[in-house]
Every structure is written in structure tokens, then in C-alpha cells.
């Protein structure tokens, strides 16, 4: 993604889980040193589908080399 410093985004999702566990919605750069660039937020999910809404102002991004994704392996399951 090519996002720019000190503009805040909002990522929005529906999901739910087979049984309820926690993810991580993290924002970071797509290169060495992969650091973080303003989201990282622990979701908990449900049984039943939710929507979701989470804003963050970008920092230290990259140019085209942002990315948004989750950490499904906090739990076993």
C-alpha cells in the first residue's frame, strides 16, 4: 500500500471464529526491518460474525511498501 505519514486510515472487516480467540490486526512495512507503522490492536473474535472498525494514524511508513494483514497463530485451534 502506498500510505503516507501522519494521515489516518481506517481498516473495516467482518469475521468471526469457530470458537472465540484473539488476532492481532497489525500495520507494518514490507521490507527489512518490518517495523510497525501505527496498528497493532488485538482483536477477539466471536462464534457469530461481527463488523469491525479500527482507525490509526500512519508513521514511519515506506513508499509502496505498507502493508495491513493479522496474526492468526495466538491459539491453538
Known amino acids: 500500500l502506498d500510505l503516507k505519514n501522519g494521515i489516518e ?3 473495516s472487516f467482518k469475521a468471526k ?3 472465540e480467540r484473539a488476532v492481532k490486526l497489525q500495520a507494518g512495512i514490507d521490507e527489512e526491518d518490518w517495523h510497525n507503522i501505527g496498528l497493532d ?6 462464534k457469530e460474525w461481527k463488523d469491525y472498525e479500527y482507525k490509526f494514524t500512519a508513521s ?8 495491513v ?3 492468526l497463530g495466538m491459539a491453538k485451534g
Open 9 to 11: 486510515y481506517a481498516v
Open 17 to 19: 471464529a469457530g470458537e
Open 41 to 46: 490492536e488485538e482483536v477477539t473474535l466471536g
Open 60 to 67: 514511519e511508513v515506506a513508499p509502496m511498501k505498507n502493508r
Open 69 to 71: 494483514g493479522f496474526v
